[in-house]
T-cell receptor
């Protein structure tokens, strides 16, 4: 039981490049989330998915797209990376009252 | 809008008690949470409290909830160097799907 896994752990991009962050959970949770963490700002919700086949915008969705491929997997795509997207990205999944987090992806956009 | 506030830093001496405070705005929150984040790691759920409770104790951790003042606190007894981390307060909004996090309190434990 691995919980929530994320790949890659680290990534460096140039401005304008695209990439997809992968997330998978093996806990059979319906809800999955993508957050970004910036110093002094806590976690801000980018997108979430309440169930397979549905996605909704969070607080900071601009510049991102998501895909809920199946119940296990929820990916985050940056179509044209910008330096403002330099951050640590966390995926999470949840049961009714608790969220479980992945280890994070550290992204640097030059 | 919904907002969760915390002080950003706290320093305590090893063996003392730590108290981390949090205020939140959504009075209909069902659950309130404390997460711990160690350097370079993801968030780990420490404990949570249902909104109809005033207190919850779990070994060295005590959570106090004052619904009237929308104030949540986490007390760590006999603080150890391994408790040094960032502690996040969070609430669920009324839809039960969205979690709102505070900015985190960085706890430093001094020898």
């Amino acid at each position: 039981n691995a919980g929530v896994t994320q790949t890659p752990k680290f990534q460096v991009l140039k401005t304008g490049q695209s990439m997809t962050l992968q997330c998978a959970q093996d806990m059979n949770h319906n809800s999955m989330y993508w957050y970004r963490q910036d110093p002094g700002m806590g976690l801000r919700l980018i997108y979430y998915s309440a169930s397979e086949g549905t996605t909704d915008k969070g607080e900071v969705p601009n510049g991102y797209n998501v895909s809920r491929l199946n119940k296990r997997e929820f990916s985050l795509r940056l179509e044209s990376a910008a330096p403002s997207q330099t951050s640590v990205y966390f995926c999470a999944s949840s049961e009714v009252e608790t969220q479980y987090f992945g280890p994070g992806t550290r992204l640097l956009v030059l | 809008g919904e907002d969760v506030e915390q002080s950003l830093f706290l320093s305590v001496r090893e063996g003392d008690s730590s108290v981390i405070n949090c205020t939140y705005t959504d009075s209909s929150s069902t659950y309130l949470y404390w997460y711990k984040q160690e350097p370079g790691a993801g968030l780990q759920l420490l404990t949570y409290i249902f909104s109809n409770m005033d207190m919850k104790q779990d070994q060295r951790l005590t959570v106090l909830l004052n619904k009237k003042d929308k104030h949540l606190s986490l007390r760590i007894a006999d603080t150890q160097t391994g408790d040094s981390a960032i502690y996040f307060c969070a609430e669920t909004l009324r839809d039960g799907q969205n979690f709102v996090f505070g900015p985190g309190t960085r706890l430093s434990v001094l020898p």
